[in-house]
């Protein structure tokens, strides 16, 4: 083609095939680049106070969440998997490290003024999964709701992450308007307070996708803790006919936070695979405890801030394409320690000090044996430990313990303590084994005060 003939081309067509060989070139790179170096990425995704049933593949009827159900459907659910706390704050510090909270001080949420909160915060000495992966070479970034202290040495950006959009309290309004209202810097990109205009749920769905454009083209770690379905229960007003027919205006408003929630992972999964990284990612969807509504937990007793297994039960997705087969219902009691030690070993990390253990040979069905042989919990004079279908736990302070058999009553309607004495003396002996590598809470826990600190479910703007 001559040089005259070119210039008489419409501008458009040329600047789109510059574009398109922008792209391609730029695709081209990428490719090249993730050749000379194969390592997974990572991406952990926790919803708030999400339920075991709140995603309609494991059991919800009256709402749809299509991208999640199609992640669980391409890789594996864990239908027994535990937090190790029923509060957002200790779970969290659990999540991240690979570790019991007790065993560095971690144990509770921020109680009242009065309760040492001048402490509160991920200590130094408990090492995070972004720390351990900034430090083999990867890109990290924490996209939305941190909860593991606020002061200097404590910032995501401290603790691991090289990139950091969101808030570091236990909640934020996702109406940008109350958002403004209430808390005007309480949104930060880095450490700088951002105003955000958009509902908080897209626009952490978009801050990911944008972390992904950016290192595309070299192993990262993306952790994206998000809002919902934390209070306060906001609806946004773009998804309400996607609820409409939902009767109960509580439920109704709930779902709709669990709408968006799953459009908002759809997000992340299409740029995953715009990048053509689906197939080396390895992938974790989850919650952080269970739901504040009993309906979210059913048919399970219990709720946040609760040892029932409406409390501790939630959704665990994986997907790794290759190295976890599609459709796989994992029964076994797994707990949320487990997804720093999967994805260090994952990315040729040694795993040492984690509590957890690496579940892809076991999801591959690599290994027979259960994963653990006990999970334990502790919280100030509350306790459980699971070992087989057996639980034990104290539900509350200066209760007499409880034992259920899970297998025969998951609901733990039936309190066999009275009956099996001896199992209940086996159960707290390996409790107090467990606990005697525990250390004391480096603050004071809301129950020790006498309070209650159940988030309760509803429309309000707290």
């Given amino acids: ?81 535990y937090a190790t706390a029923p509060v957002c704050a200790p779970s969290r510090a659990a999540l991240l490290t690979g570790r019991y909270g007790q065993r560095f001080g971690f144990e509770f949420n921020q109680g009242p003024p009065e309760a040492g909160n001048d402490t509160f915060g991920l200590p130094p000495d408990a090492t995070t999964l972004a720390e351990r992966l900034r430090a083999a070479g990867y890109a990290t970034g924490l996209v ?44 930060l990109r880095g450490v700088e307070p951002v105003e955000e205009k958009g509902w908080l749920t897209p626009a952490l769905a978009r801050e990911a996708a944008a972390f992904i454009d950016r290192h595309a083209a070299r192993p990262f770690f993306l952790y994206l803790p998000f809002g919902a379905v934390h209070p306060p229960v906001q609806p946004d007003p773009a998804l309400a006919e996607r609820v409409a027919s939902i009767a109960d205006p509580g439920r109704r408003a709930y779902a709709n936070l669990i709408v968006g929630l799953d459009d908002a992972v759809g997000v992340v999964l299409e740029r995953l695979e715009a990048h053509g990284l689906g197939a080396n990612t390895l992938l974790f969807f989850t919650s952080d405890n269970g739901s504040i509504r009993h309906d979210g937990n059913a048919p399970l007793r219990g709720v946040k801030t609760q040892f029932l297994e409406g409390g501790l ?35 040729g990390l040694a795993v040492p000090e984690h509590d957890g253990v690496d579940l892809v040979p076991f999801l591959a069905g690599a290994v027979a044996t259960p994963p653990h042989a006990a999970l334990f919990w502790r919280s100030g004079s509350r306790l459980a430990v699971r070992r087989g279908d ?47 590598t525990n250390v004391p809470s480096l603050w004071r826990g809301v129950e020790e005060f006498g309070e209650d600190e159940r988030a309760e479910p509803g429309g309000d703007d707290r």
């Fill in 390 to 436: 057996w639980k034990l736990v104290r539900v509350a302070p200066g209760r007499a313990l409880s034992l259920f058999d899970l297998a025969a009553d998951p609901r733990e309607l039936r309190d066999l303590a009275e009956e099996r004495p001896e199992q209940v003396a086996e159960l707290l002996a390996a409790w107090e084994q467990w606990n005697a």
């Fill in 313 to 347: 039960r939630v959704p665990l997705l994986l997907r790794w394409n290759g190295r976890i087969p599609a459709g796989v219902v994992f029964e076994r009691p797994v707990h949320l320690l487990d997804l720093a030690a999967t994805a260090a070993t994952a990315c």
């Fill in 1 to 81: 083609m001559s040089f005259e003939r070119a210039t008489t081309m419409p501008l458009r067509a040329i600047v789109g095939g510059a574009l398109l060989l922008v792209a391609a070139a730029s695709a081209s790179a990428q490719a090249d680049a993730r050749a000379a170096d194969p390592r997974p990425n990572v991406v952990v995704i926790v919803a708030d106070d999400l339920g075991s049933a709140d995603l309609a593949i494991c059991g919800a009827s009256d709402v749809a969440t299509p991208h999640l159900d199609a992640l669980a459907r391409s890789g594996a659910r864990c239908t027994q998997a």
């Fill in 144 to 187: 939305g709701k941190w909860h593991l202290g606020t002061k200097p040495g404590q910032r995501p950006t401290e603790r691991g992450f090289d990139e950091f959009f969101g808030f570091l309290d236990k909640a934020s309004a996702y109406d940008p308007s109350r958002r403004r209202r209430n808390a005007p810097t309480q949104l």
